[in-house]
């Protein structure tokens, strides 16, 4: 069993930062990607950054030049710095991650989501 949990959410005014993190836990042999999605009410779920076991990242054109997508992979552990946030980023952020675990079964796990809200 994988558990990922989400930390760092919360309320900012425009303009403001936040740093989310999200841990990687149990029967865990390696983990692949590991990335960030979000949802906003009455929207559809979707990828703000991901970040492969080698670094390499993809960003929404959205959070471009002001998101910042980071890993530990010794703690699998993976992060997201957001500044300069916009009301628009407003939305419940979702940690994932592709995991293979002990046994040999690889598959994607999800946080909980932790809730952003950027408003004045």
């Known amino acids: 069993q994988v558990t990922l949990v989400e930390s760092g959410g919360g309320l900012v005014q425009p303009g403001g930062s936040l740093r989310l993190s999200c841990a990687a836990s149990?029967?865990?042999?390696?983990?692949?990607?590991m990335g960030w999605y979000r949802q906003a009410p009455g929207k559809q779920r979707e990828l703000v950054a991901a970040i492969t076991s080698g670094g390499r990242t993809n960003y929404a054109d959205s959070v471009k030049g002001r998101f910042t997508i980071s890993r530990d992979n010794a703690a699998n552990t993976v992060y997201l710095q957001m500044n300069s946030l916009k009301p628009e980023d407003t939305a419940v952020y979702y940690c994932?991650?592709?995991?293979?675990?002990?046994?040999?079964?690889?598959?994607?796990?999800w946080g909980q989501g932790t809730q952003v809200t950027v408003s004045s």
């Open positions: 994932n991650a592709e995991v293979l675990v002990v046994g040999g079964m690889l598959g994607p796990y």
């Open positions: 149990g029967s865990i042999f390696s983990i692949d990607v």
